[in-house]
């Protein structure tokens, strides 16, 4: 599947599960905090891809990733934390640091190894560490791993290729 039906289905999953948690769970999210969520959704349905160099993902992130890594440090060395009156944006900082290691960990792994397409991060086993790690270096957050980790299922069930390996 291209990448705006990916990220449609993460965009209807995240919204089902944000309606979900708020019914049958009596989490109530804030407007930012479900934005923030929706766009953690949006983004880890675009990971599975970046084994593809000429996936939109890839060329989003080559395009992207180096400015939005530059405004980042500057951003946070002069403009400081200035969103901690919200509960997952700070933890979304401090895991954004880890996430742009772990994509430059991504690109060296694809332009070393260069991995068949629909290889191993389409796999449940890759699926599983990813929001293993997104727990982690969120300070065990189950709200961003939920929709980190579901984010990138929905990509493996909208392009039929689930491996376990
Ligand atoms: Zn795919």
Not at 77 to 105: C, H, V, W
Request: neutral net charge.
């Amino acid at each position: 599947m291209n990448y705006p039906g990916h990220l449609l289905t993460a965009f209807l999953a995240s919204i089902l599960l944000l309606a979900a948690m708020n019914l049958i769970f009596y989490i109530p999210f804030s407007l930012i905090d479900s934005v923030a969520l929706i766009l953690v959704c949006l983004g880890s349905t675009m990971l599975p891809d970046l084994d593809h160099p000429e996936s939109k993902g890839t060329q989003l992130t080559q395009r992207f990733l180096p400015p939005l890594i530059m405004l980042f440090a500057f951003g946070t060395k002069f403009a400081g934390y200035r969103f901690s009156e919200n509960t997952i944006i700070p933890k979304l900082q401090d895991a954004l640091i880890f996430g742009f290691a772990g994509i430059g960990f991504f690109f060296v792994i694809t332009n070393y190894f260069r991995p068949s397409h629909r290889g191993i991060t389409h796999s449940l086993l890759v699926n599983t560490g990813y929001g293993a790690l997104i727990w982690v270096v969120t300070g065990y957050d189950v709200n961003v791993t939920i929709f980190a980790a579901g984010g990138y299922l929905t990509h493996l069930l909208t392009d039929q290729c689930i491996k376990l390996v």
